[in-house]
């Protein structure tokens, strides 16, 4: 089974409406992000939490929102959806190690705004 | 501001021709700096993290070096299946996010 999983793995939505992209995962790690990839400007990142009563915007926040509900799961939410929100979403875990510290990926979510 | 430059943006090798590809950064005390490997529809997988100047790390055919501006990823004799897009991030010392290159899109022909 994956270590990082995202649901769903794709999903067409209309301008205006609210939707949640969700994120779990096996590893045990404290530290969950988000991130977007654009065609040509590479992963962005939009929010980043370091446990569950940690909650930190990253680059690219506005338009979205994101809850940690256990240690495992991290959702992203747009609270209204707008075409250029279209891009392909990633969550990532990491645990830090003697300072050391490597992101590991989920598989993506493909999003369409109409 | 912290900046990850990749290049070439694409690049198109036939099987067993060996090249490089360039990351180039500028960041205030570098943290780490990591490739990975993305493959279409999929997440990025990682492959290595580089921390200091002249370190260097080998996987199969993929060696990674550093400087203390840029990171290579040398291919030695691809195959087929080393087609994919390689990305470049780096973390800042005292910062909690990584800065990533758009990436590099290696086809390998056999």
């Known amino acids: 089974d994956a270590d990082v999983t995202q649901t769903p793995r794709n999903r067409i939505t209309k301008t205006g409406k609210r939707i949640m992209l969700e994120c779990s995962q096996t590893k045990g790690h404290d530290r969950m992000y988000w991130y977007r990839q654009d065609p040509g400007l590479g992963l962005r990142l939009i929010y980043y939490?370091?446990?569950?009563?940690?909650?930190n915007k990253g680059e690219i926040s506005d338009g979205y929102s994101v809850s940690r509900q256990a240690q495992a799961k991290f959702s992203l939410s747009l609270e209204s959806a707008i075409p250029n929100q279209t891009a392909l979403y990633f969550c990532?875990?990491?645990?830090?190690?003697?300072?050391?510290?490597?992101?590991?990926f989920g598989p993506g979510t493909r999003l369409l705004v109409l | 501001e912290d900046q990850v430059t990749q290049s070439p943006e694409a690049l198109r090798l036939q099987e067993g021709e060996s090249s490089s590809l360039n990351c180039s950064y500028t960041?205030?005390?570098?943290?780490?700096l990591f490739w990975y490997r993305q493959d279409p529809g999929k997440g990025p997988e990682f492959l290595f993290t580089?921390?200091?100047a002249g370190e260097e790390k080998e996987k199969e055919r993929l060696k990674a070096t550093l400087t203390k501006k840029e990171s290579f990823l040398h291919i030695t004799a691809p195959k087929p299946e080393d087609s994919a897009t390689y990305l470049c991030a780096v973390q800042a010392s005292g910062n909690n996010d990584m800065r990533f290159g758009a990436g590099t899109r290696l086809t390998v022909k056999p």
């Open positions: 960041v205030s005390g570098l943290r780490g």
């Open positions: 580089l921390y200091s």
């Open positions: 990532a875990t990491s645990a830090p190690d003697r300072g050391k510290e490597t992101q590991y």
């Open positions: 939490s370091f446990d569950v009563k940690d909650i």
